[in-house]
């Protein structure tokens, strides 16, 4: 997958960090933690979706340093949501990260979601509407 | 003092496993009364191999060399940081629950070291809810274990989350996977 | 045993495995397991297992029914149901389903009531329904077998109600529905007589018989001539059925039979609980177990002090130097008698004092004894021998058990 | 058997009274996990007026040498057929309920002699209500008890009859009369 | 006693006497007693009362909040109130009123879930009302300071949910409703600060200042710099606030104070939990109770590990001989220090290992220990003076204890 040096490394990551609220499949428990399965690619498909998942608070405060935490990104988006992963995708790098998880979202994750998804294609915003903050 | 030293230290076979090294829950006597215990005391009976570690406990094997230990021992090496009551003795398993309970999705997860591989797993606490209480096995064990700023290694909150109820039965250890040398 | 076994695995991967799990890798890893995962017990159970009740009346709220299987050598608890503020237990022989008779309050011990039969499946242990009891009379009492009763062919359940004017429910366990409430005035319990009708044990030492029709309406009432002096030698109100036939003990030491198999409970001849009549028949002391006792000093003593096993011999915790005010304290013997005959066939040494007793199913039935610490002793009932103790805070304050059909 | 004699009988300083001559609620040990007691430690003790008879619970005083005893001891002459948890453990008294439960309207009577006059006061065993159970001094005595035939004379029934909630929390035993001698 | 007492009398009364009670009624007869006689309370209790918070594993739908006066020779359980599943507890110092957050099932530990609120008054221990949670998000976890506190003026309370997503509702206790939910991602707790607002401590080692209005709108968020490595030396989610400052102790054995006095929570200074600063200034040793400690080898360690006295101490359980796995377990000594100077001013010895340590009001305070038994004992805070034990069954898993306003 792009931008996943080691995918085993990064599914470990994803369990040892995301998956006990999460649950293993990222379907989540709405609307607290929304599922992230089959729209979290979405996101790199609307404007400011892509800085968004480096600020909201389940990215930003992983305990991993910023290039396992590009790497578990990018693995979580080619395996929860592959379907809608744009094929001119660049992978997020450790800068990347880095610099979105010093400015992390709070209480405000909820509403710059629900912007984002608005922004969505009609097809799937309408089919999986869940707002959340938890992440 | 002294005479109240007397009354009240009277030794009594204990509740759980009291090592030193394990958290409140461990240091919960829980005996009715003003019974006191001597931490001392469970602790050498495991490890002399004398049973569970709990009395009125019978020891418990995975018929797997590879998997060693007594999982209804709080001693038993996936427990490295379980805090509950232990499903292995309540009609459950090490990774299963008890008939009627449902396992919780959502969980926190922490790694511990298999004595018989080295190898340290990735072990997801499922707890199990939906009846009352188990009341046996009584185990508090926090490698690794973090505040509540951090939930998904904190093992002081409920994980009774996602299911019909919330009501607390008992803990798991299953293991999710190996984690990767470091 | 864990790190003796690792020792030995490192010696057959050689020196190098010293160097720690560096070379793990090359060794096989235990696999992922699958959640979620959850037991499920069969729904006949076997003749080893046991219900055991806890009252927990330190978290009255929060009672419960273990099942045990006192057999095991391992792995004896296998599941629990709830059981909250004074409840009831029974089960089904004909339907893989058990009952709690239980209440609660909106706000634990406070608010809105709401007293319900709880449905429990044998094999997956859920909740599979609950007839809600209108009017909040059901019977807050410590376990006693008269309360809570089926009908023969478990068609009915008759529950005890106190409030404390004296009644019992019959409930429709078919349709899941009351479908009767009949007036025992000065009378309590509810024991299952041929077809439709129940017993009850009255305040002036007689019986009264309640027969009911196949809708549970009232048929008749009669009440026997009274046959027990309460003052005197009070008849315990718990009673050990054998073959419709139920044995309750005095507090003064004598059994009084009451025939249930009837449609009209049939009041026997009292008995004497004694060595006695047993020594006069030595052949017939089957274990080799009997002592001679001092006499006049033993009394049954106990919460569920009796028992029987399915050749229909009768278990009664007695206790040493006893008077009539340690009916309820438990004993430190148990004797075994043979309930037509009248006499003692065994006797079984405690390893400690119990309150309760319960013999499971079978050939070669086991005997569980509640201790003190309420852990629960096993022994061989033919025997006598002790098998194992089951325990580690599995039960609080336990009044009762039930070994399971 | 030897074994495990040695394991789970090592004595603790126990739950309540644990007078030989007392009820099945007197032999609970209620020791989770496995504890066991022997019933003369606490006697003795309480014997040798070293206390009340249950551990962490302080000896009380009526005040008044014509109603003798410790109110806080399971051997306090009113109790001579109590079943439950001392309401004068619990924040109430021998004959008063702890704040915010309410005292049932509806009992069962006794009759127990007072050491101090020899008269035979007839005591209503009111029970207190509508808070959890006290859990603190557990007593049982069953002098004159009777079956569940002659409820006003029984003390295995939950007396909280007529009150708001049925929930248990302790028992107290309040003089109502003198009985008449016979 | 009864029978030495009797025999005095019938010694006053003559040999008469011995032929029994048949003389008594020459004697004054006790007063018959009034019915129904319930107790009440001071509406404001004394510096010497404790609220003492019992979870009860053993029954997890029966926990129960006792109030205690830990100075009073005996008669020391005033009261109880109830605490249903993993409650949390806090008092108001304006009004005679406590809270306890709840949460319930229409069957014991199945069925329909009702989280509130409920409110008792001190003096007569009813629940005057309650507030329902609308939702059920209410954090189910052991008792931590940070989960229920109330603005300074005690309009507000500020209450951490948990689904696991992380929010805080802000509950307006005057009109006794709920009034927001403020999402706080990623971190936790909701220490009140000045005027209305709160503090959450973060899972990336910050802490997040939330500012309301009078409405409890929303008005700010503010995250600090992350000041705390939660990998290498977390600091406890649980801190003692004194004069506004929480002090946080660290698993490694140090400091972290966090200022939320003002409108933001303001990062401190960390500092180490030794007994080498107080060691060079012998002449604040008050009570010549300090001894030289091996150094490195003791860390903070407990449940409620940390409390502090009116003059602003700090005291906090250490366990010899620890690590950082240690950090819930409890230890054999209690450290006091002064906060402001960090130095050591006084260390008790435990007469048994705590998890649990409370501080009462007053000049003259006791501090209130834990033991592992789940009794209390009692010591001088001054002195460290042992004074009694309180318990006899009363608290069967306790973690949480608060002396009273």
Redesign the interface.
């Known amino acids: 997958a792009p931008g996943v040096e080691n995918p085993q490394r990064a599914h470990l990551n994803w369990m040892l960090h995301c998956q006990g609220c999460h649950r293993p499949d990222a379907t989540g428990t709405p609307p607290g933690t929304p599922a992230m399965a089959g729209d979290v690619a979405l996101f790199l498909q609307v404007e400011g979706g892509r800085e968004y998942l480096t600020r909201v608070p389940g990215v930003a405060n992983a305990a991993l340093p910023d290039d396992q935490l590009a790497e578990l990104l990018n693995w979580t988006l080619s395996t929860f949501d592959g379907a809608h992963l744009p094929a001119d995708f660049t992978p997020y790098s450790a800068e990347e990260l880095s610099a979105g998880r010093k400015r992390p979202f709070v209480s405000e994750a909820t509403q710059i979601r629900a912007a984002l998804r608005e922004k969505f294609p009609v097809d799937v915003k309408t089919g999986n509407a869940q707002e959340g903050s938890g992440e | 003092m002294k005479d109240f030293d007397k009354l009240s230290e009277i030794a009594v076979r204990g509740l759980a496993r009291f090592s030193s090294r394990r958290g409140v829950l461990a240091s919960l006597g829980g005996l009715l009364g003003g019974g006191a215990f001597f931490p001392a005391l469970p602790v050498a009976r495991a490890q002399e191999g004398s049973g569970s570690g709990y009395p009125g406990v019978a020891p418990q094997s995975t018929g797997n060399p590879e998997d060693p230990g007594d999982p209804a021992s709080c001693d038993y090496w996936r427990y490295c940081a379980i805090d509950g009551f232990l499903c292995s003795c309540c009609g459950g398993s090490q990774s299963a629950c008890p008939p009627g309970t449902e396992m919780s999705p959502i969980t926190w997860i922490g790694t511990c070291t298999n004595p018989a591989d080295g190898k340290r797993y990735i072990i997801s606490y499922n707890d199990c809810c939906g009846k009352p209480a188990c009341g046996r096995c009584l185990c508090n064990r926090n490698e690794g274990e973090r505040p509540m700023t951090r939930p998904q290694s904190n093992n002081d909150i409920n994980w009774c989350l996602g299911t019909s109820t919330a009501a607390y039965t008992c803990s798991t250890a299953v293991i999710i996977g190996v984690a990767l040398e470091q | 045993?864990?790190?003796r076994?690792?020792g030995r695995?490192m010696g057959m991967v050689g020196a190098a495995a010293l160097s720690?799990?560096?070379l793990?890798?090359a060794?096989?890893?235990?696999?992922?397991?699958p959640?979620?995962?959850?037991?499920?017990?069969p729904s006949d159970y076997p003749d080893s297992w046991v219900y055991l009740v806890d009252s927990?009346?330190?978290?009255?709220?929060?009672?419960?029914v273990i099942?045990a299987d006192v057999g095991?050598?391992?792995?004896?608890?296998?599941?629990?149901?709830?059981?909250?503020?004074?409840g009831f237990f029974t089960q089904a022989k004909t339907r893989p389903e058990t009952y709690v008779v239980?209440?609660?309050?909106?706000?634990?011990?406070?608010?809105q009531?709401?007293d319900?039969i709880?449905i429990?499946d044998n094999?997956?242990?859920?909740?599979t329904g609950?007839i809600i009891l209108e009017g909040?009379k059901r019977?807050?009492?410590?376990s006693?077998p008269g309360a809570f009763q089926l009908s023969h062919d478990e068609r009915f359940a008759y529950l005890f109600y106190?409030?404390?004017a004296?009644s019992v429910g019959v409930i429709d366990l078919v349709n899941r529905k009351v479908v009767n409430e009949i007036d025992i005035p000065g009378?309590?319990?509810a024991y299952a007589l041929k077809d439709y009708g129940f017993a009850s044990?009255?305040?002036n030492g007689s019986v009264v018989t309640t027969r009911l029709d196949s809708n549970g309406k009232l048929v008749s009432q009669t009440m026997s001539e009274p046959f027990n002096d309460?003052d005197a030698d009070?008849?315990?109100?718990r009673g050990e059925v054998i073959n419709g036939v139920g044995y309750f003990p005095t507090y003064g030491g004598s059994v009084q039979p009451i025939d249930f198999s009837g449609d009209t409970a049939v009041v026997g001849k009292l008995w004497k609980l004694s060595a006695d009549e047993g020594d006069a028949k030595d052949s017939k002391r089957l274990f080799g177990l009997l002592k001679s006792k001092p006499k006049g000093s033993w009394l049954p003593s106990?919460?569920q002090l009796m028992t029987s096993d399915d050749e229909g011999r009768l278990y009664v915790i007695m206790r040493a130097n006893a008077?009539m005010?340690?009916?309820?304290?438990?004993g430190g013997e148990v004797w075994v008698f043979n309930p037509k005959t009248h006499e003692l066939v065994q006797t079984i040494e405690l390893?400690?004092?119990s309150?309760l007793i319960e013999v499971t199913h079978g050939a070669d039935p086991y005997l569980v004894a509640l201790?003190?610490?309420?852990?629960v002793d096993v022994y061989k009932a033919k025997t006598g021998e002790?098998i194992?103790?089951?325990?580690?805070?599995?039960l609080?304050?336990s009044?009762s058990a039930q070994a399971a059909n």
Not at chain 3, 35 to 41: A, F, H, K, M
Not at chain 3, 72 to 86: N, P, R, T, V
């Open positions: 045993m864990a790190f076994r690792r695995l720690g799990w560096a793990a890798p060794m096989a890893e235990l696999p992922i397991e959640t979620p995962n959850v037991l499920s017990l927990n009346f330190f978290g009255i709220e929060s009672g419960k099942i095991a050598e391992s792995h004896q608890m296998k599941g629990e149901i709830g059981y909250a503020q004074f239980e209440t609660f309050y909106s706000r634990g011990s406070r608010g009531r709401t319900v709880s429990y094999a997956s242990l859920l909740s609950e909040n019977a807050q009492i410590l006693e106190f409030t404390p004296a009378c309590a319990h044990l009255c305040g309460i009070p008849m315990y109100s106990g919460w008077t005010d340690d009916h309820d304290t438990g390893d400690a004092e309150s201790r003190p610490d309420q852990s002790w194992r103790n089951i325990g580690g805070g599995m609080l304050t009044f």
